[in-house]
């Protein structure tokens, strides 16, 4: 429990220090904007008073100092001032308007790219428990909830801070009945408990009200994304019954809110103070105790509470919302820590010698048992390595560890040297891997060739392209090149996506190679050409090849079997295919297989490194 | 000013509309608030007078006490001014009140169904749509541009009472002085042309801010799905220099909508300056030379009602600039709502049994202009048939079966079911006796049994385990720690794609469909696993029409009908076998597959590479 409050007062100790930090980022601008600000709002309490002024002065002139020529040209030199005066404060206040912008939009600009950044280097650990539709809420509406904070949120606060502070000392100043003002204490001491609850009670609705609103973006993008799926299920009228829920839930946030903001009680104290104070004030009048010009100001200056006092209340929400974005944005922030702390400082050299797993084991935070359970491999230069193994059993995480996406037990080295000595950047360009579920970006058939070198020129483009067997389509296509592959690539066919992302890889020109399955949804005739191509790319190049066709296993050099987190069989295939029978499981039952040879099946489970 | 609209492009494909067409469906949303709208402008009329009455109040009070006399009547008389005083003032809060709970009331419910409808509308386009629209966009109409026009919205309740006031006070600035009302009442028409101008810079920079917010959405969303890529080619830098670049351009555009919309009020103030001063300096030069009537009090009365007078005005106008800007999302938002899906659902035809006939008669089709995927695409499959469709990648299998799932509209032929033509069918009824593995197998956030239920809501558990036995999943579930209420994450990335692929196997089985579609469904399966499945899905597929697409042939061998597709055409047709003989394009593939998974094949181009011992001496 005690731990629970430490902890909680470091993150709000980090947050305040956080968010101070990205306020007081451009301390110039803010000294303007406050002194801007602070010139506009007396300006306008300068205008009654200069009006008096000309009134009694120029106007009225009660002791006849003035003949009416005179009595003129100071009307005039009045005018003239007021004139001055508001072209001045115009000014200035376009001036604090534009700086107080500036502030703002900069501060969310400054904020964005940092969450950006921060969620782009989170482990996808992390990114595996968000979803996407939270963090683009955050990116854009909460953030900009904190944009509202600064502008108009704190010209707003500062607004009604002075003009209450100014009228509360022209209160005690100007008033000179003591049972008036004894009188109003219970009322002040109200008010000023009305709008601290009043402030106590947003906070929490602020935050809700946030989360809900992301809810609803998250319900959108999940919809949007299986939109085929909906379609093929007829799910529809299921799928707006499911969003409406969330939209209803979002409806109760703020109608609780609304009912808040109408049972706003300051204005409520502040009203009865008024009335109360004509109802005794004329009764001390009665019985002589306050002038009726007493009254009459008090009166007036109360009034002139009420347009801040209603004022506070947008300040407060604007307020709450800003603070509950920024809190929001703060706890993604820092809600994993960022991979780039994990990495050594050394550049990968690319490769020259062994990759050897040293008991390395796995495990995901929702899985049961270990992914991976004391893996040993050792893998040397330029060989290839086969790895299968029935659905599930931890090929595709194996090679998750060696680009280090995911922290592990024990040790992975590369020429002797723990990868996490490395450089992230640097570790991951050596790699080259085509992952199993393709994802393109939704650019151009060649953006999305480019993506991991971004200066390559159109011949090599043209090239890889070519080697990945992607180019006689590619060139079939209306646009070539230029093609919108859509979201994920969805306006391309499985196998067409398959070869991009070869060929985007090819690309890279990376010293070690990890093919996922990569040739599941082409035809055999395709594949055969693409096999020949990744058999002249991984010449003198480290690969590790996850695959269930035979053709692709026979040429490696190596074979590892794995099933149920373990390494079960290990060897060059035509051994296995003699001694191991969960080798020979991966074929199903359309191949026809040699005869097992009983003899010879005492595998060891563990390899390397003994 | 020009610098506002710099770089401001307007997409030309997106629809537009004119103010008048913004207002007219705006109205016809807000129509059914009526009562709301109508209480809390009654309240308003109220509260008006309120406002009013209590200074008149206040005054009576004041000339009553200037001439003191102690009767008792003269103090019930002060008493009742001072209690209804107080009466009114506390009325005043609760006009408040009111407008505000008829708002809470309002607003929340309108942007329920605005939601709901921008929503619907979504579910009734085809994929055609979602191919043109990315959905980081998509997302940012149903949240933000909605948003935004709620705001606006939620404004025009107070516009009444703004007009209202306006109209009293200046009835109480011409009753103290005609001359001098009409003379204040010029601005008026300045703050007209003002906001006549402004209409088009609010809507503008708005416009480019709502869009530029979107791109930051997709950017978002795209970086995300993107992130595993991303990580694994190392550019996350160049991808935060890309982000870099629409962050700018949402900076500029939101910094330039804000600017400009909030240089609005120091204009109003000093337009409310100048009027102040010409009010002074005309009425203060007739006080002075004794022309007409005015005086020094009359003066300083109507500069102090003066200042009220301007207040309304800048809140109508003001309104309006939010009105535009409201205006750019509700354009935004129209442009969903209004968009006519290709595939519309216009049929009437309910069809609760079907027997499962297909038929594509000269089908033309094209997913954009000028790039035919299919052309005079004709076939037929009888009910119970198990089709298998082969061919190289990009030949048109999934688009075949997209069309046959109404995915998108074909241009040309007709394709019927059961005989009947396909657009005459009511959507729903017939997507219900399909069940479609799709190629890129995509799952819900949320458990496994939830996504396997998701066709079937209501199926027993007793086809629930079987939908698991035969799919596989039964085995699957042995590695997750929660068996089936294990969460698979977003889009099912907690999963490997081979159970990714197995769940929605279970899914398309458990909707017990009479058409069973399967593209390429156990592709990133283990073959053992995958031959385990056919066995047992034989049984299930007797009765029912199948369309199987599989590269992996041993998958098709026993279908039925085996058709060999080329470039949108059927270039070969027959059962394995006959197929085979014929020795054509699918004798072919199937050597070229079936010599590749043989054990004794050795291919003719093995690289020559030292095979390395692969434990190195320790
Ligand atoms: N991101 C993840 N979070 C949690 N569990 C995961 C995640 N990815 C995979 N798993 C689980 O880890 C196990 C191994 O998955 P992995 O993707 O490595 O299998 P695989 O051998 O590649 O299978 P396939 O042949 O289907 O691709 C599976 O049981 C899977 O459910
Ligand atoms: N949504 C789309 N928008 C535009 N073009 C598309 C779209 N989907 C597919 N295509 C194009 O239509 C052609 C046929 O694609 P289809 O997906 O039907 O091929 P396929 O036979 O299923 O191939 P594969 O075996 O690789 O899955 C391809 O050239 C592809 O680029
Ligand atoms: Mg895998
Ligand atoms: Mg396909």
Redesign the interface.
Known sequence: MSHNVIGLQKTQKSFIRWFSGHLTANPLVIGSVVIGTLIVIFSRLLIPIVLGKAIDMAIIDKDDLLSPTDQLSLLRDFVLFLLVLGVVRFFIAVLTTFANDWLSWTAQKRIREEFFNSMQNKPLKFHDSVRTGELMALATNDLGQVGGLISPGFGMIADVFISIIFSALLVIGVLNSPELLILSIPFFIAYLWAVFSFNQKMAPISHTFMRKWSAIATAVQDNITGAEVVRAFAEESYERQKFMKYVLDFRGAWYRQQILQARYFPTLILFAAIGFSVLAGSFLIMFDRLTIGGLISYNGLLISLMVPTYVISFAIQIFNAGLAGARRIHEMEVREEGEENGQGDKEFPGISGIIRFKDVSFKYPTSRKPVLDKINLAVAPGQTIAIVGPTGSGKSSLTNLLLRLYDYEGEITIDGINIKEYSLESLRKSFGRIEQDIYLFPRSIRENIIFGARNASDVDVKQVARLAQAHDFIMKLPKRYDTYVGEGGSQLSGGQRQRVALARTFLTNPSILIFDDSTSSVDSRTEEKIVKAINTVIQGRTTFVITHRLSTIRQADCVIVLKGGKIVAKGHHSKLILTSPDYRRIFGKNVELPPLEVSRTSITPTFGGS | MSWIFEGIDRKDEERKYSDWELIKRSIKRIAPYKRPMVISSITMVVATFTSLLTPLI?AN??D???N?QSTEIF?WI??A???S??????L??VN??II??Q??KF???F??NL??DI??A??????KF??KH???R???R???DA?DYGVAVSIVMTIVGHFLVLIFIFIILALINLPLALISAMVIPVLLVMSFLFRKIARITSMSFRRA?AS???S?????????????????????NE??EV??R??IA??RR??SM??F???V??LS??G??VI??FG??A???GIGIIT?GT??VF??YL?RFFFPITQLVNFYAQLQAGFAGYERILQVIDAEPEVQDLGNIEIDQIKGQIEFRNVNFE??S??PVLKDFSLTVPPGEKLAI?????AG??SIIALL???YEFQGGKILIDEIPIRNIK??S???H?G?V???P?L??GTIEENIA??R?DASDEDLQRALKISRVDE?LE???DGLQ??V???G???????RQ?VSFA?ALL?DPRILILD?AT?????????MIQESLEQLMRGRTSIVIA?R??TV?NADRIIVLDQGKIIEEGTHEGLLRQGGEYA???N??FK????A?V?E???Q????????P?
């Not at chain 2, 979504?122 to 994929?127: F, I, K, T």
């Not at chain 2, 590479?609 to 434990?615: G, L």
């Open positions: 206040f009070i004041i009553t006490l200037q003191p103090f002060l008493l001014g001072g209690i005083y107080l009466f009114l003032s506390v005043s809060w408040d009140y505000n709970i708002s809470a607003v929340p419910d942007m329920v939601r709901g929503f619907s979504l579910q009734e386009q085809d994929m979602f191919d990315r959905s980081g998509l997302n940012s149903v949240s933000s948003s917010h930051v959405n997709s978002m969303a795209e970086s995300v799905n993107g992130i595993q890529v991303s990580k694994s080619f190392g550019v996350e830098t160049e991808v935060l982000f870099k962050n700018e949402h900076f939101g910094f804000n600017v909030g240089m009020f120091p204009f103030d000093l300056a100048i102040t001063m002074l300096g203060g030069q006080a002075i030379s020094a003066l300083y500069l102090s200042a997913y954009v000028d790039a082969v061919g190289h990648t990009g299998k999934t799932a109404r995915f959507l729903k017939y997507r219900k399909l479609m799709l190629q890129t995509f819900f956030n998701y066709g809501k699957i590695y997750l720690k294990t969460q994450g977003e889009g990335c907690l999963l490997s794609t081979g159970q197995l899914r909707a390429e592709s990133s399966v283990d073959a053992y696993t995958e031959s590269h042939l041993s061998k072919n593939l199937y070229t597959y590749h998974q043989e054990v094949w291919p181009e093995m690289p590479q030292v095979v390395i011992e692969s434990t190195p320790p």
